[in-house]
């Protein structure tokens, strides 16, 4: 699966980053959500799936290869 974030909808709460920092960091310009990793698998997947839930703004989702 694909990592896809908005930037314009994130709000720089951090939840990624606290769920998955092998995947999500904040930019040091605004905070908004940068992505590490663009593609996810296994127990990776979950841990996405976990952020992209906990995302307050819905910035993250996952798409399909």
Do not use: K, N, Y
Not at 19 to 40: I, Y
Not at 47 to 54: C, D, F, T, Y
Not at 56 to 65: E, F, G, K, T, V
Request: hydrophobic share 40%.
């Amino acid at each position: 699966m694909r990592v896809v974030t908005d930037t314009a909808r994130c709000v720089g709460s951090g939840q990624c980053v606290l769920t998955d920092p092998a995947v999500f960091d904040q930019s040091d310009e605004d905070g908004t959500v940068l992505v590490l990793v663009e593609h996810v698998e296994g127990e990776r997947l979950a841990a996405v799936e976990e952020a992209v839930e906990m995302c307050p703004s819905q910035a993250i989702s996952l798409a399909d290869d």
